[in-house]
């Protein structure tokens, strides 16, 4: 597609709930990367995927959060059990280049809101 | 720890102004930096790429320089306007091998008509 497409762009939930986020990164990108902004907290990193393997997800923040990559394009992550401290925007970008020399390109952000 | 700071973290001008956004990273050794820019609601929109040999960047009205050992980085936007208006964040990408971006906490510019 023409950019970084992720959806929903709003949820709001229950506490206990879980959610599925998905992000569609633009055609032919190799590379994406999810991160988390929350209000005073600024942009976190969450995981990164090569391909449909994920050889960084360290920023995961607890084993509640858990995503995979379909086909070298599309992601889901996944938040089980959702908590209140789990509201925030939740980002996805993506970059054509392998490692460290890609400009990366961001979507619009899928909202979560819990209850 | 690759430590981001933004510098203003809120910026008012009038129109027309020359205006400077600071940004500074404490491990020198970065493989390239990115400004991005965001409005409210929004997503980023990527700005400007940096890559750890250049010196600086240039696209329209925004010019990005880069002072990997000072740990330095300005955005210099010249002749403001109030369409300008949105939080400008710089990131940088410090270590490992996978493209991962360090974000600081982003400067609100308001310019004003």
């Known amino acids: 597609g023409a950019g970084v497409s992720q959806s929903p762009s709003n949820k709001v939930t229950e506490k206990g709930k879980d959610v599925e986020l998905r992000c569609d990164p633009i055609?032919?990108?190799?590379?994406l990367y999810w991160y988390r902004q929350s209000l005073g907290q600024g942009l976190e990193f969450l995981i990164y995927f090569q391909g449909n393997s994920a050889p960084d997800k360290s920023g995961l923040p607890s084993d509640r959060f858990s995503a995979e990559r379909t086909g070298g394009s599309v992601s889901t992550l996944t938040i089980q059990r959702t908590q209140q401290e789990d509201s925030a925007v939740y980002l996805c970008?993506?970059?054509?280049?392998?490692?460290?020399?890609?400009?990366?390109?961001f979507g619009e952000g899928s909202r979560l809101t819990v209850l | 720890k690759q430590e981001v700071t933004q510098i203003p973290a809120a910026l008012s001008v009038p129109e027309g102004e020359n205006l400077v956004l600071n940004c500074s990273f404490t491990?020198?050794?970065?493989?390239?930096l990115q400004w991005f820019r965001q409005d409210p609601g929004k997503g980023l929109t990527s700005l400007l790429l940096?890559?750890?040999?250049?010196r600086e960047q240039t696209s329209g009205r925004l010019n990005a320089s880069l002072d990997k050992s000072s740990g330095r980085s300005t955005l210099y936007i010249a002749a403001s306007q109030p369409g300008d208006s949105a939080t400008y964040l710089c990131?940088?990408?410090?270590?490992?091998?996978?493209?991962?971006?360090?974000f600081g906490q982003g400067t609100t510019l308001q310019v004003k008509p």
């Open positions: 970008a993506s970059s054509r280049n392998q490692g460290n020399a890609g400009e990366l390109f």
């Open positions: 940096i890559q750890s040999s250049q």
């Open positions: 491990d020198s050794a970065i493989y390239n």
């Open positions: 055609s032919g990108h190799t590379a």
């Open positions: 990131a940088v990408v410090s270590s490992g091998n996978t493209g991962k971006l360090i």
